[in-house]
């Protein structure tokens, strides 16, 4: 049984990193986040923090986002994401939110702006069915910003193909169609099973965490400046607590925008970690119990605090 949504105040206790994770709301009854949702995405549209929630079935509503009550509140929306979707990822081009969708079985991927009024405007559609750079499969689709550039990172975990595809504003489009092109850019075989993905930023670099619960091994990576160099380890073999049976790993940025990972077990345990300046590894800053059963948590920044949204 999935528990009431939750949100927990993230915030620095002292001054050498430590956090602590307070709870400031949880949800009385089944509104306003109903149960079931597959996918919560947090992302500012007109300079508000919002959350967008989609069903299995693809269907979509937002939710306004403030730091006191009601905390999450429905608002009006007009939001069509196509159907069934296997992830979704918020990004920002040219100062445009947008939704990266995504279905593996047939590698489709659909970019959506945004409007102010929380509509979704014409898609900008991808597919690649020949080589180089097949888009079917993929456990992980990631946007990622280098140097004022966006791409997407994406990894098949029974596969271990790992790609990095541009995207980019073109000049002008067909009807019907956002103005975006998209290529691959590095195309690479890794192990297969790598898992529980965390990105980053730090020091204007972008970073990701990950796991290999097929052969025990935890990583921390750089996507070089060049993307079309691909990626390279920074630190491999490192300690995780509970690595093999950790439930949940998402990456979440505290103050001044350090960059810290969160842990979860269903059971409830809960780390939160601060990456270390050098990225060869962390400094666990809280080991905490939270709520039971969340099949998701949301990272949800607001103004200069951040909340985590256990779901």
């Known amino acids: ?29 089944s509104s306003p986040l109903d149960a079931g949702y597959s996918h919560l995405v ?17 269907g979509a509503g937002a939710f306004r986002l403030t730091a ?36 593996s079985e047939d590698g489709q991927f659909s970019f959506i702006p945004l409007g102010d009024d929380l509509s979704s405007k014409p898609a900008y559609q991808y597919q ?10 993929f456990d992980v689709a990631h946007p990622i910003a280098i140097n004022g550039a966006v791409y997407y990172l994406c990894y098949s975990y029974d596969g271990g193909n790992v790609f990095i595809y541009s995207l980019a504003v073109t000049a002008s489009s067909s009807p019907g169609s956002a103005p975006l092109i998209s290529q691959p850019v590095w ?11 965390a990105f980053f930023e730090l020091g204007g670099g972008s970073f990701f965490l990950k796991t290999n619960d097929g052969k025990l091994n935890v990583n921390i990576d750089h996507v070089r400046d060049n993307p079309a160099e691909g990626t390279v380890e920074v630190g491999t073999y490192l300690d995780l607590e509970d690595a093999l049976e950790i439930d949940i790993c998402r990456s979440f940025y505290l103050g001044g925008g350090n960059p810290y990972f969160v842990t ?17 590894g962390w400094t666990q800053e809280a080991n905490v119990t939270t709520v039971e059963g969340a099949s998701q948590i949301v990272p949800i920044r607001i103004g200069q605090a951040c909340y985590l949204l256990f779901y």
């Open 187 to 197: 195309l690479h075989q890794w192990a297969r099973k790598w898992t529980r993905f």
């Open 42 to 58: 947090p992302l500012e549209v007109a300079g508000v923090p919002h959350l967008i929630a989609v069903d299995a079935k693809g």
């Open 68 to 103: 006191s009550d009601p905390w999450v509140t429905p608002v009006d929306s007009k939001l069509d994401l196509g159907g069934p979707l296997d992830i979704i990822e918020p990004f920002v081009l040219g100062n445009v939110p947008h939704l990266l969708a995504y279905t």
């Open 264 to 280: 979860y077990m269903k059971g409830g345990k809960t780390t939160v970690n601060r990456f270390n300046s050098d990225c060869l």
């Open 128 to 137: 690649r069915r020949r080589e180089p750079g097949i888009t079917k499969g």
């Open 1 to 29: 049984m999935s528990p009431k949504p939750t949100l927990y105040d993230a915030r620095p206790a002292g001054d050498k990193g430590a956090v602590t994770l307070e709870k400031v709301w949880e949800q009385d009854g």
